[in-house]
């Protein structure tokens, strides 16, 4: 299984992921590629979901020459993929690849750049749109944002999932991570894991992940 525990955050080390996520750093790699690097990317996570966090069973099967016994994975049908509008989309387009019968919910959340951030590392948060599926206890639900910088915007979301619902697994999803983020989401939301690709240095004083990969979202949708 190629994800280690880092204390604050688990931390995806497949080979695949590190060089997916090397290409979409890079500031010469043009809208297409990088969009596809994210789908790739979440592709692997969600595989990486699945080896490291779900469990198998044993089934009888019949193939064309005997019968014998094959091996499932369990709860697959039982997996909730929520969507940070808007930069979280070819990412969850990779998840879905994984997950293909997964129930999906979107959250349409940013901060305040006029506002900046306060002296806490926060950003005030706007949420303009909700839409969730129902959450059972049995759900293992993934939140996906590629980018968790201060967090600020990432435990806003958390707020509105968990108002109804206490899944079995809770993910927090993202492709690049700072520690001033993981720390605020993982004291805000205690029962949640945090998957990353990657934890950054730090944060400028934009609230900006330093090396990061710049604002996914313009990246993907070539808004800037």
Known sequence: MTIEDRDEAYLVTHALAKDTL??????????????????????????EIID????????????????????????LDDVVIINVLRAATPFVEGLLKAFPRAKQGV???????????????????????????????????I??????ATGSTMSAVLGYVLEDADPENLFVLSAVSAPDG????????????????AIDDHL???????????????RAFRTK
């Open 182 to 197: 993981l720390l605020r989401v993982g004291e805000a939301v205690p029962e949640a894991d945090l998957l990353t690709v």
């Open 107 to 141: 959250i349409s959340a940013g901060r305040d750049e006029e506002a900046g951030m306060n002296e806490d590392g926060e950003f005030p948060i706007t949420v303009d749109y909700v839409k969730l599926p129902e959450i059972k206890d049995t759900d293992t639900v």
């Open 52 to 75: 490291g966090a779900m469990d198998t069973e044993y089934v009888a099967i019949e193939t064309p020459l005997a019968e014998t016994t094959g091996e499932r994975v369990k709860g």
């Open 204 to 218: 400028d004083e934009n609230g900006f992940i330093v090396p990061g990969l710049g604002d996914a979202g313009d």
């Open 143 to 148: 939140v996906a944002d590629p980018m968790l």
């Open 22 to 47: 090397s290409k979409i750093r890079d500031v010469t790699t043009e809208q297409v590629a990088f969009r596809k690097g994210l789908v790739k990317l979440g592709r692997i996570c969600g595989y």
